[in-house]
Every structure is written in C-alpha cells, then in structure tokens.
C-alpha cells in the first residue's frame, strides 16, 4: 500500500488537529473550525487523495488507503499523536485511523457519518452510486444537494451551493465515484468496539444517510463515546452550522487533550 503526498495547510499552535474531509469536498470547508481552534490547537487541514490540490493516482481507492495516507502525513509533520475529526466519509476515515494507529490517535470526532446501515439502507446508498454512473454526477446533484442542506439555509445562501457543486464538478468523476463507493461499502459495525480513544458522535436530526439511528447504533458501539443530534440540521453540519457543532466540539477537544503519548 502507497501513501501519497496530500496537499495541506497547518495552522496555530497546541494539539494537534487533523480535519478530514468526504466526498468530492476539499479542506477549505473546515476553514470556520481553523479560525476558531487554531489558538488552542495545531489545525491540519487536507485534501484526500484525487481532491482539491493532492495528487491524483489511479483508482479505485480503499478505505485503508486513506488511512495511510493520514498517517504519512502525521510522520511528515513530525506530530507525535492527534485528534482526528472527519465529516461524512472522513468520520469512516477517523475511527479506522484510530483502529490502525491506536498510539497516534487522542480522540476522535465523528461528523454526519453512518454505521449500522440495514440492508435496506446500503441498498440505498448504493443505488445513489449506480444512478450516478448511468445518468452522470451532474444530473444526480440536485438531489444530493437536498439531502446536504436544509431549505430555508440553501435559498438563503445560493453561493454556497454553486460553490459546493463546483467542488464536486471539478473533482474527477473516477475519483469521486470511488470515493462515493468507499463511503457506500464500508460498514464500521463489526470494528467500532476496538476504537479505544474517546469518540464524539455528532449528526443532524434530519440527515437522511447518517441518520439519529445511524448515529445511536455508532454511539452504543463505540467503548467510550458521547451523541449529540443537532435539531433539525441535515448532512453539512459543518458548512450549514459551524458554531453549532463547535460548542460540542471545542469543550471534548480540549477535555481530552491532557493525555500523553509516548
């Protein structure tokens, strides 16, 4: 398994912080966490493999391979251990992070993610990649734009969803159709238990993929976790409300930066 040389940005100073973000997005998303954490933690934003400014190898990509592509990044800035927070499938790539580098790994913060899906769920999220396929990424977005963010925030804010789209747009359509497929076969189910770092569970109350229940299953899985269902919020928590997700976020950031590696 290669690593590559992920394009990133580290800013401020403490802990480290590694922001890992989903599908056909980049790490400037997360640039509302950096503006409010960089004074209490190292915040390390990056784009994943095939996004953004990384380089683009040839897919299809695995789950384990993003991983090792977190942690080549780790060694290159020299961070003895540290948080991890990822939306969507970066809160597949965080736990699994935690589960291949336990040593490495103070906490973990899972954004808007899914565990648990029945049949009926995976089929569903399959489906979505298959229709993509057929009828193009670009005649599919409208209806995953609906699922992202809530209504009344999408008519108040159109630059942000063409500037969403775009993002997705100008990701290679190979590599977000392998991203999307990592995201729609990974189950955590039979794994959560061995992530051994305290967990922050975090959703939207109305995100249709990473669902409340979803989000219990994850929760009741995991040794050492806390929930929280943010009201009403769909999938972009983080593009949507920032500062709701940070007052949950900073306090357990900070409550579990005391411990020691070595």
């Known amino acids: 398994m290669t690593a590559i040389d992920v ?142 963010y809530t209504e009344p925030f999408a008519e108040a804010n159109p630059a942000i969803i063409d500037h969403r789209i775009e993002q997705v747009l100008t990701t290679p359509p190979e590599v977000f159709l392998s991203v999307f497929d990592v995201y729609a076969e990974t189950e955590m189910a039979p794994w959560l238990h061995q992530v051994a770092a305290p967990c922050l569970v975090l959703t939207g109350e109305n995100d249709p993929g990473c669902n409340p229940r979803l989000n219990t299953f994850i929760d009741e899985q995991l040794p050492n976790s806390e929930l929280v269902i943010l009201p009403e919020l769909r999938h972009s928590i983080i593009v949507e409300a920032p500062d709701a997700v940070l007052a949950f976020l900073r306090p357990f950031l900070l409550a579990n930066s005391h411990a020691s590696r070595h």
């Open 7 to 148: 394009a990133y940005e580290c800013t401020g100073s403490g802990p480290p912080l590694y922001m890992v973000h989903g599908i056909g997005s980049r790490k400037t998303m997360w640039q509302p966490f950096v503006d409010a954490l960089s004074s209490e933690f190292t915040c390390v934003v990056y784009d994943l493999r095939g996004h953004g400014d990384s380089p683009i190898p040839a897919v299809p990509y695995a789950l384990d391979q993003l991983v090792e592509d977190l942690e080549a990044l780790r060694v290159k800035l020299g961070h003895e251990a540290l948080h991890v927070i990822g939306h969507s499938l970066g809160g597949m790539i965080g736990p699994a992070y935690a589960v291949a580098h336990p040593e490495r790994t103070l906490s973990v913060g899972l954004l808007s993610t899914a565990a648990g899906r029945t049949e009926d769920d995976s089929a569903r999220v399959k489906a979505v990649v298959a229709k993509m396929r057929d009828e193009g990424i670009d005649n599919v977005l409208t209806t995953l734009v609906g699922r992202w």
